[in-house]
């Protein structure tokens, strides 16, 4: 029933750029989270952006410390699309880049989403 796949990930150097993007299927938006976490090797895996829509359909982006200023969140309900812009990228935001969806109290734990996509890497090279 639900769907979530990542693209968009790849290879760059230090200071560069990339779009996620995710393709959503079977999920009404409305006081729903999307959210982009990420795993490294040896890492747990961690919330990097979430978004979330309102009853009344204001939406609200949250961001990690690590990336805020320089990653972007956004959706696009008619295309039923979630991205992530990547921006000023470091090697330490190498890693698998997961979408997922739920009615989560804490946007950023992981636990508390049923739903994933299968991930896109993402490699930034010193």
């Known amino acids: 029933q639900v769907r979530l796949v990542e693209s968009g990930g790849g290879s760059v150097q230090t200071g560069g750029s990339l779009n996620l993007s995710c393709a959503v299927s079977?999920?009404?938006?409305?006081?729903?989270?999307m959210v982009w976490f990420r795993q490294a090797p040896g890492k747990e895996r961690e919330g990097v952006a979430g978004?979330?829509?309102?009853?009344?359909?204001?939406?609200?982006?949250y961001y990690a410390d690590s990336v805020k200023g320089r990653f972007i969140i956004s959706q696009d309900i008619a295309k039923s699309t979630v991205a992530l812009q990547l921006n000023s990228l470091k090697p330490e935001d190498s890693g698998m880049y997961y979408c997922?969806?739920?009615?989560?109290?804490?946007?950023?734990?992981?636990?508390?989403?049923?739903?994933w996509g299968q991930g896109t890497q993402v490699t930034v090279s010193s």
């Open positions: 978004i979330y829509t309102s009853d009344t359909m204001a939406i609200y982006a």
């Open positions: 079977g999920v009404t938006f409305r006081r729903t989270w």
């Open positions: 997922a969806t739920g009615k989560a109290r804490r946007w950023e734990l992981a636990d508390g989403y049923g739903h």
